[in-house]
């Protein structure tokens, strides 16, 4: 079983930044895919970005340029600098892993979701 710890959310003002950090831990042989979601009220879950093996990257068309997706492969951490935030920004962020564990299973695995608002 992989664990997915998420952090770093909070209140920020428009134009401000925040990082989000996601750490994975257990049975982990490798990890393929690590990314970041986001859930505002009343709309469905979408993606923001993600990061294949250690720079093969992919944003959502709202984020490009404002947010940078990254990973600590040694530490099975993904990391997500977010800067220029807009209230639209506003919402619950989850961690996203896909890999195999020691039993060579494919796993994909979601952490609890750290909130996000962007307001003044």
């Known amino acids: 079983q992989v664990q997915l710890v998420e952090s770093g959310g909070g209140l920020v003002q428009p134009g401000g930044s925040l990082r989000l950090s996601c750490a994975a831990s257990?049975?982990?042989?490798?990890?393929?895919?690590m990314g970041w979601y986001r859930q505002a009220p009343g709309k469905q879950r979408e993606l923001v970005a993600t990061?294949?093996?250690?720079?093969?990257?992919n944003y959502a068309d709202s984020v490009k340029g404002r947010f940078t997706i990254s990973r600590d492969n040694a530490k099975n951490t993904v990391y997500l600098q977010m800067n220029s935030l807009k209230p639209e920004d506003t919402a619950v962020y989850y961690c996203?892993?896909?890999?195999?564990?020691?039993?060579?299973?494919?796993?994909?695995?979601w952490g609890q979701g750290t909130q996000v608002t962007v307001s003044s």
């Open positions: 990061i294949i093996n250690r720079d093969t990257t």
């Open positions: 996203n892993a896909m890999g195999s564990d020691y039993a060579r299973r494919d796993f994909r695995s």
């Open positions: 257990g049975s982990i042989f490798s990890i393929y895919l």
